[in-house]
């Protein structure tokens, strides 16, 4: 039997700021990844780097990524949230300065990596430090806040990147090192936050997990969800091996599958690769020109993310995902025409990949994360959120490592054509297979998946 809604006392500006601060972990996280985009036009011009290498100096931030998210789940259900989220932020500081300085692929490559493993282990704790400290009622709300993040993150990089791509052939160690600013911001940030409540209780600490859940929502609601969390917490059990046993295999499934096809849709070759694809195949043969673009672009995805965020808690999860969608293969579509007329027909081009970009904002990128930070139960959701980020950023490598040779053999028509039919079978998946998670506790939800036949 589901517990009923109970009227809480909420105090959001408490419960603002501290998401605000874990989520600025989310703008280190779409800085640091977008921020390659115009770097490489620069580094093709500085070292002459062909398809393969400049795809491996893409691919090298995206296997740190897979690696800290591999090993975040088991370190911060052992260390706890908040403190495994401060040695991220001290490793987006010393990559910031890293990747500015090196004199080749190999040098490059390291650093990369190194602020991948930052971005791997934050993308995964940030929405679940947030979705366990939010109140029900602004849970969604508060958790796409990360996402918020993360397209101010990539917004702000792209107008980085327009500002210093006057500067020369080394504009890029600029654009990287610009990056410790916010760095430093948020590992200040971070030492004013508290401990995630429901980790603390897992860990036999409720009087403060309790003062905690009071400050967010009132002494009511606090008791009413230390109940809860204490019962989801008896039933649990936090071997990993639970994750692959009924019930909860099914949660796992939707959260894996759900990550794979946020990033086969094809997200990333617009934002990793946005200026070489406007240079080459878009008509905009001007490096501060194809840079101007992914300007448009980042601001179309930072005001359709505001949109989300104002609409999630009302609307919905499916609904924004399923409307998003649809309208991401129509962009992709006409994006496909539009690379078979001659000569390349700029504005259309561009026009379509701005559909693109906000159908996205929309839908599976604030949805995914949020779906991932509310599925999985207390006692499991580190590891659980690993193995779904783990799956999520094996797929953003496996796009961004061939996304150029694909372009090469397949033409940009016949790449983007691929990535429409992945946006036609996620449309299906969600329809079908994807619960509605509005409103609903996270130990509510916890106890749906019991009630079900595996």
Not at 103 to 113: K, M, N, Q, T, V
Not at 272 to 289: K, P, T
Not at 325 to 353: D, K, R
Not at 381 to 407: D, E, H, K, P, Q
Request: aromatic share 10%; proline share 5%.
């Amino acid at each position: 039997m589901q517990v009923s809604e109970a009227p809480a006392t909420v105090s959001p500006r408490y419960a603002y700021g501290i998401s605000a601060a874990a989520a600025l972990a989310g703008l280190l996280f779409g800085f640091d990844t977008a921020v390659i985009n115009g770097a490489l036009v620069f580094l093709k011009q500085q070292w002459g780097w062909t398809d393969p290498q400049l795809e491996a100096a893409a691919g090298a931030l995206l296997v740190g990524c897979l690696s800290g998210s591999g090993m975040a789940g088991s370190i911060t259900d052992r260390w706890g949230r908040r403190k495994v989220l401060i040695a991220a932020a001290l490793g987006f500081c010393v990559s910031s300065v890293w990747t500015a300085l090196p004199h080749g692929l190999a040098e490059f490559i390291a650093a990369r990596f190194c602020a991948g493993l930052a971005i791997g282990v934050a993308s995964v704790l940030a929405p679940m430090y947030i979705a366990e400290v939010a109140p029900p009622s602004l849970r969604g709300r508060l958790v796409t806040l990360n996402q918020m993040a993360i397209v101010t993150g990539i917004v702000l990089s792209y107008f980085v990147n327009w500002l210093l791509s006057g500067l020369g052939e080394s504009s890029w160690r600029w654009m990287f090192a610009t990056a410790t600013i916010p760095s430093v911001g948020f590992l200040l940030a971070l030492l004013r936050i508290p401990e995630s409540p429901r980790w603390l209780v897992s860990r036999q600490r409720p009087e403060e997990a309790e003062s905690i859940l009071a400050r967010i929502g009132g002494p009511a609601e606090a008791q009413r969800q230390m109940e809860e969390i204490r019962d989801s917490l008896r039933k649990e059990c936090g071997s990993i091996w639970t994750l692959f046993r009924p019930p909860m295999r099914h949660p796992l499934l939707l959260g894996v599958v759900l990550a794979v096809f946020s990033q086969v849709t094809g997200i990333n070759t617009v934002l990793y690769y946005g200026a070489l694809l406007f240079q080459q195949h878009g008509g905009r043969s001007g490096a501060s020109d194809a840079i101007g673009a992914n300007v448009l672009i980042g601001l179309v995805n930072f005001a359709m993310t505001i949109a989300a965020i104002a609409w999630v808690d009302k609307l919905g999860r499916r609904p924004l995902l399923l409307g998003g969608i649809a309208g991401m293969i129509v962009a992709l579509v006409a994006l496909c025409y539009s690379f078979t007329l001659q000569p390349p027909p700029a504005n259309l081009i561009l026009g379509t990949v701005l559909l693109y970009v906000a159908s996205f904002a929309v839908s599976l990128g604030p949805g995914t994360w949020l779906y991932l930070s509310e599925i999985f139960p207390t006692e499991v959701r580190g590891r659980a959120m690993s193995v779904a980020t783990l799956s999520l950023w094996s797929a953003c490598t496996l796009v961004t490592m061939t996304f150029l040779s694909l372009t090469s053999r397949l033409g940009p028509a016949g790449a983007f054509g691929l990535y429409t039919a992945m946006c036609v079978g996620a449309w299906i998946f969600i329809f079908f297979l994807l619960p509605e998670t509005k409103g609903r506790t996270l130990e509510e939800i916890s106890r749906s998946w019991s009630r079900r036949k595996n």
